[in-house]
C-alpha cells in the first residue's frame, strides 16, 4: 500500500508551508521514527518551493483500519517535527490509486503553481535519489515513482501542455519585468546558483538584462552560470554590500534561516538614500525576513505574491488539461495491473513451489526407475514439464477468478488454499 501526506500552496500560505520543509539530512531519521512508531516499508519526502509531501508504503496486510493507519502516520510525521497538532488542518492525504494519481499529476506539472511547470520533474528526481537503493524504500512505492516520470514524460512529448510553460523562478523574472518595465538598464543580483538560481538568471539574460551579477557560497559555481549569462560573480560575503548597487534581487538558496533581515536591509536602504530596491524570495523557509516589504522603498514577492502570472499562465494552458488527464489516466490503469499481479505473487510463489518439491520427491522415490538412471531423468523432465503446465493453468484461472488479483478477498483465500506448508 502507497500513500502520502502533505501541504502545498493550495492548502496554505507559506508562513505555514516553510514550517514542514523536509531536507536530505533529516530523511533517515524520518524514515527510522516512522518506521518504529507506524511500521512503513519505505519513504520519500518531496520539497520544493511550494509543497512538502511524504509518501510512503506499508504492508496492507497489517493494516487493520486504514482511516486509523493513516491518522497514526500523520500524528508520528508531525511529532518528529514537533509542529503544533494545529498544523493538521493545513495537511491533505491519499492513499493507493489515489496517492498514484496524484504524484503523477505532480510529475507533470498538473498540481503546481505554474501548469505545465518543468522544474518538478528534477526535484521529484533528487528526492527520490535521496532514497533510491536503500532499505529506506519499497518496490511499490519505487514503481510509482518510476511510473511517475514516465507519465510527465508522456505529457509533454504528447501534448503541448508545457509548450513555452514556465517555471517558478521563471514567473518571477517576468512578475520583476512587469514591475520594473523591462530589464535594459537594470542591474540584478542573484542569490543561489543551484537550478532555481540558473533558470532566475538566464531569464534575466534572455529578457535583455545586461547587468547580471551572481553570487553563490561556492565562487566557482557562481563564476560558472556568470560565464553563461556574460555576468558577474561575486562572494557571498560581499552580497549585502552589492544590494548598494542593485535595482532587484532575487534570493534561490536552499538556506533554511533568514538571510536577509529587516534590520540589515534598513542599514542598506539608508545608504541607497531609499531608492526603490525589489526583492524576489523564491525559498521555502523564506530567505527574507516577512517584515523586510515594511520598510521605504522596498517591494518583496515571495511564492505567495505570483498570482497574476499563475493566472495568465493557467488560461493559456487549462485546454490541455484533458489531454494531459488521459494520459495519467493510462499511466495509472497500468500501475494498478501491476500492483494487481503483486498481490497474487505469493500465491503464485506458492503453486510452483509446491509443484516442483511434489514433482522432485515423487520422481527421486519412483521405485520402478529408482535405479535406472535414464529413466529416472525422462520421469523427472516430464514432472517437471507437467508441473509447468498445469501451474500456468492455475495462474491463468486464478486471474480470471480474481479479476486481475483486484479481488482481495479472494487472492487471501487463494494463498491459505495453496500454503500446503502451513
Request: hydrophobic share 40%; with cysteine; charged share 25%.
Amino acid at each position: 500500500m502507497v500513500g502520502l501526506i502533505g501541504i502545498s500552496h493550495q492548502t496554505a500560505l507559506l508562513e505555514i508551508r516553510e514550517q514542514l520543509v523536509i531536507t536530505k539530512e533529516e530523511v533517515t531519521g524520518l524514515y527510522e521514527y516512522l518506521n518504529q512508531k507506524c511500521d512503513v516499508d519505505g519513504i520519500m519526502a518531496l520539497s520544493t518551493c511550494n509543497r512538502t509531501e511524504l509518501y510512503y508504503e506499508a504492508d496492507c496486510s497489517k493494516v487493520e483500519d486504514m482511516d486509523e493507519y493513516v491518522q497514526s502516520v500523520t500524528d508520528a510525521y508531525i511529532a518528529y517535527f514537533k509542529k503544533n497538532e494545529t498544523i493538521k488542518k493545513y495537511l491533505y492525504s491519499h492513499v493507493g490509486l489515489n496517492c498514484a494519481r496524484h504524484l503523477f499529476r505532480v510529475a507533470t506539472g498538473l498540481d503546481s503553481l505554474i501548469l505545465g511547470e518543468y522544474q518538478i520533474v528534477s526535484q521529484l528526481k533528487e528526492a527520490f535519489s535521496w532514497v533510491d537503493n536503500t532499505a529506506m524504500v519499497g518496490p511499490e512505492l519505487t514503481r510509482m515513482v518510476h511510473k511517475a516520470f514516465e507519465a510527465g514524460k508522456l505529457v509533454r512529448t504528447k501534448t503541448a501542455l508545457n509548450k513555452g510553460a514556465v517555471s517558478v523562478s521563471s514567473a518571477a523574472v517576468e512578475l520583476a519585468s512587469n514591475k520594473l518595465n523591462g530589464f535594459p538598464n537594470v542591474k540584478a543580483l542573484t542569490v543561489g546558483a543551484g537550478e532555481t538560481g540558473t533558470i532566475v538568471a538566464l531569464n534575466l539574460s534572455k529578457k535583455g538584462c545586461v547587468n547580471n551579477w551572481i553570487t553563490n557560497r561556492t565562487l566557482g559555481k557562481a563564476e560558472q552560470l556568470a560565464d553563461r549569462v556574460q555576468g558577474v560573480a561575486f562572494p557571498f560575503e560581499s552580497h549585502i554590500e552589492q544590494l548598494l548597487a542593485v535595482d532587484v534581487v532575487t534570493y534561490a538558496t536552499g538556506s533554511s534561516r533568514t538571510l536577509l533581515t529587516k534590520e540589515v536591509l534598513a542599514d542598506v536602504m539608508q545608504k541607497r538614500d531609499n531608492k526603490p530596491l525589489l526583492v524576489l524570495d523564491l525559498c521555502s523557509p523564506r530567505n527574507v525576513d516577512a517584515d523586510a516589504g515594511k520598510l521605504e522603498g522596498v517591494t518583496v514577492y515571495d511564492l505567495d505574491h505570483m498570482e497574476e502570472v499563475v493566472k495568465a499562465n493557467f488560461e493559456k494552458r487549462k485546454g490541455k488539461l484533458q489531454e494531459a488527464e488521459e494520459i495519467i489516466e493510462e499511466v495509472l490503469a497500468e500501475f494498478d495491473d501491476w500492483l494487481n499481479v503483486r498481490r497474487m505473487s505469493s500465491a503464485i510463489s506458492a503453486i510452483t513451489s509446491t509443484f516442483k518439491d511434489v514433482n522432485s520427491l515423487e520422481a527421486r522415490n519412483y521405485k520402478k526407475v529408482k535405479d535406472d538412471v535414464d529413466a529416472s531423468q525422462k520421469i523427472n523432465e516430464y514432472g517437471e514439464h507437467l508441473s509447468a503446465k498445469l501451474t500456468r493453468m492455475l495462474i491463468k484461472q486464478m486471474k480470471m477468478v480474481t479479476n486481475e488479483g483486484r479481488d482481495s478477498e479472494k487472492v487471501k483465500i487463494l494463498e491459505e488454499f495453496f500454503n500446503f506448508n502451513s
